[in-house]
């Protein structure tokens, strides 16, 4: 990571993150996953996990690379320890707290949190 990006981490006490998860019902059981998503899978981390809020896209089209999911997911953190909110989901999600669905193929999942690291760059007025 270039020092300038690592020196404006460091100086953010409130991290402001976004956990993005891409992936890819079943076949053949596409409502039953999409149900899940919307109504148990998305309430149940931004409520249990304390988030800002989530929202899901479905692609439109691809311009680049090879990835496979056509959904995409973003979870929007704001914490002081990263690493204490992805220890929290797996608890939640070991203990039972979180409802599994196996209606998503977890074989085509991709999930990563990422950390802002500069403002949102706006139109010029």
Not at 39 to 61: I, K
Not at 96 to 116: E, H, I, P, V
Request: glycine share 8%; hydrophobic share 40%; net charge negative.
């Amino acid at each position: 990571m270039p020092n300038a990006a690592r020196d404006f981490i460091e100086e953010d006490v409130m991290a402001n993150l976004k956990l993005v998860a891409l992936t890819t019902p079943q076949p053949g059981r596409e409502q039953e996953y999409h149900d899940w998503y919307n109504n148990v899978h998305l309430p149940e981390l931004v409520n249990q996990l304390g988030m800002a809020g989530a929202t899901r896209y479905e692609l439109v089209t691809k311009l680049m690379g090879a990835d496979t999911n056509q959904f995409l997911a973003i979870y929007d953190i704001e914490a002081d320890d990263p690493m204490a909110v992805l220890g929290r989901m797996g608890e939640a999600a070991q203990s039972g707290k979180l409802t599994q669905s196996d209606a998503q193929d977890f074989g085509t999942c991709y999930t990563a949190l990422f950390r802002q690291i500069g403002e949102r760059v706006m139109p010029d007025a």
